[in-house]
């Protein structure tokens, strides 16, 4: 057999590359599926599930649409929804009957992948109740990827006693738990989350800097022997696939490393002395990095699971770069029933659903299989409570992009009847990833009509 062949066939695609400490996985590509060495995985893409959380809640009379269905109107907070609004399902109705007690955020933030009741504590024995939906996932799939799951954030984590309500204020840090009292450790740095990717240092300063200057130095001379081996359309993959690791990797170091040309703007001290190194100053670039790093570690199933805290609870996040808002988003979810206030909270909500949109839409440009990669994720958004004011963790604002393995029927708001449990969408979650468990949470069965 020629060697070139005989050494494709053994390529495997979780391991495209290995040295020099980089580890870089491959998109699915039909042409490399007889050569994977899970013969489960040679039937076509599998299914990655994604949490991304906001704080806080939404104004429900903006976001709740009056029709049920199909047809249903975009509501003013949904609107950003428009040319991705087949691959949603609006979800509401649905409920967090564990976080009726207790405080007005922790309670309901700490358990909002849980669903179960999370310890009154000033930190010694925290307890979220159980563990989370991402990493019982993790825990199924993280044998098939270079890492079990990704957990992201724009804020580290506030230790401390809130005072105000006897609580530790880690539980408002963290959504994603390896046990109910392990919670798991979230990056907020950029650059950390490329290098636990793809093995890259991206730190101008590094002793390695020349020898790792670009990633796709090693990459190269291994994907042009790969690709005269691949179908046409997979060849076209490959090269998709290396211009978007070149354009992460630019705009990461672009937004950390602030060359801008000689001009600078005149900014405070004690502006640039709150920006972390590696972490972008600008916290619109921040998230759109972060989710970027997502829609990367899924299309080169580096992880199939991943979660992501837009902030903290209880954070201090100025939104005054929005126009028409002044002030923190916490601040103004506290509306008071006031015009004004109600007016800039609605704008914060629509902000956090636009970013949700153009992720589902780079998701929707990437082809796999015969379809695309947003056709095979399941990209779960929302907060731990309705409204803000209230802190209601009824009713909850949940949005569920893309169809699940071609799972899920998308496009329609679906109202749950009665009170039902935001785990039985969990449970169905866990269906569709291949994680069979008889409940979870506080589930009563897997949520209907999602197909």
Request: aromatic share 8%.
């Amino acid at each position: 057999m020629n060697k070139k062949i005989e050494s494709a066939k053994a390529l495997s695609r979780r391991r495209f590359l290995q040295g020099c400490g980089v580890a870089l996985s491959l998109p699915w590509m039909p042409s490399l599926a007889p050569r994977i060495a899970e013969a489960a995985e040679a039937n076509g893409p599998p299914v990655r599930s994604a949490f991304l959380y906001f704080p806080n809640g939404v104004w429900e009379k903006d976001w709740i649409p009056k029709e049920a269905g199909d047809h249903y109107e975009l509501t003013p907070s949904l609107t950003p929804l428009a040319d991705v609004r087949q691959d949603v399902l609006v979800l509401t109705g649905l409920d967090k009957k564990h976080s009726h007690g207790g405080d007005g955020h922790y309670a309901k933030t700490a358990n909002f992948l849980t669903g179960m009741p999370v310890t009154k504590t000033t930190g010694k024995d925290i307890s979220s109740g159980g563990i989370s939906v991402d990493q019982l996932m993790a825990q199924h799939t993280g044998k098939f990827t270079p890492l079990p799951s990704l957990e992201l954030g724009t804020e580290p984590v506030i230790s401390g006693i809130d005072s105000n309500v006897g609580y530790t204020r880690l539980y408002g840090s963290h959504i994603s738990w390896q046990s109910p009292t392990r919670p798991v450790a979230k990056e907020i740095n950029p650059r950390l989350v490329y290098q636990r990717l793809f093995g890259k240092t991206l730190t101008p300063d590094s002793t390695k800097a020349e020898s790792y200057r670009n990633l796709l130095d090693f990459v190269l001379e291994d994907a042009r022997r790969l690709r005269p081996t691949l179908g046409r359309d997979d060849q076209f993959k490959m090269d998709e696939y290396l211009d978007s690791v070149r354009a992460v990797e630019k705009r990461i170091e672009f937004a950390t490393k602030g060359e801008q040309g000689d001009w600078q703007p005149d900014v405070d001290d004690h502006v640039l002395a709150a920006a972390q190194p590696g972490v972008p100053g600008d916290f619109r670039e921040h998230i759109a990095i972060m989710l970027d790093l997502i829609v990367l570690a899924f299309q080169t199933d580096s992880t199939r699971v991943a979660s992501m805290m837009f902030a903290n609870d209880v954070s201090g996040r100025n939104f005054s770069f929005l126009d028409g808002v002044r002030g923190g988003h916490h601040e103004l979810s506290h509306h008071e029933n006031k015009k004004e206030k109600i007016e800039q909270y609605q704008r914060i909500n629509r902000w956090h659903v636009e970013q949700f949109a153009q992720m589902l839409t780079k998701l929707r440009s990437i082809k796999e299989g015969d379809g695309t990669l947003l056709d095979n994720c399941m990209i779960l958004f929302g907060s731990s409570m309705s409204d803000g004011n209230r802190h209601d963790p009824d009713n909850l604002p949940i949005l569920l992009g893309g169809r699940g393995g071609r799972s899920l029927n998308s496009g329609r708001h679906l109202p749950a009847d009665g009170q039902v449990p935001l785990c039985n969408l969990y449970h169905a979650m866990l269906d569709r990833m291949g994680v069979e468990v008889e409940a979870f949470g506080d589930s009563t069965g897997p949520l209907k009509d999602l197909a």
